[in-house]
């Protein structure tokens, strides 16, 4: 299996709604990531995660709480959020977390913020 | 800090013929490493070749091969024999040699069509 799957596809909320991205690997890989894409955009680093320890935030507003429940599953929960924050949100994974690996990715939820 | 630089937004190409979309970066780190991610209408981004910046020989994957040159700071990729599924969006990207917190950046990536 070398896949990384997302929950759910598609997203809308309104701003005061929680919500919760799902991201699930089981390819054993140690680190994963979340990144925002804005459309036609390049996907910007918002969190990594290195043996289940957040290891980067990048800044990231708190509104929106990354969770690393076990080595093959990964949360993004969201609260309160701004119509400016809808994007794609993709989820990421790599082996060990070393510069030189590649980095599998998921499709991604579309999340819409109304 | 690192930058990515592809300065074309959009590139054509014809079925079965070759095309180079081209890079460059700037970095103060002797080493690190290179890498084209190819995102599809499909949204997953899938990574299409790296290259390790100490390794003086370019990178080769199938019909997918780049030219690195490390002085000029440039890491181009050319896609031969070019077909209907290559179209897609390509980014660039650059990462440090630091582990899990080195941070990979991209370019603005460059949306490729393939005509049949």
Known sequence: ?114 | AQTVTQSQPEMSVQEAETVTLSCTYDTSESDYYLFWYKQPPSRQMILVIRQEAYKQQNATENRFSVNFQKAAKSFSLKISDSQLGDAAMYFCAYRPPTGANSKLTFGKGITLSVRP
């Open chain 1, 1 to 114: 299996d070398t896949e990384v799957t997302q929950t759910p596809k598609h997203l809308v909320m309104g701003m005061t709604n929680k919500k919760s991205l799902k991201c699930e690997q089981h390819m054993g890989h140690r680190a994963m990531y979340w990144y925002k894409q804005k459309a036609k955009k390049p996907p910007e680093l918002m969190f990594v995660y290195s043996y289940e320890k957040l290891s980067i935030n990048e800044s990231v507003p708190s509104r929106f709480s990354p969770e690393c429940p076990n080595s093959s599953l990964l949360n993004l929960h969201l609260h309160a959020l701004q119509p400016e924050d809808s994007a794609l949100y993709l989820c990421a994974s790599s082996q060990l977390g070393l510069p030189n690996e590649k980095l599998f990715f998921g499709s991604g939820t579309q999340l819409s913020v109304l």
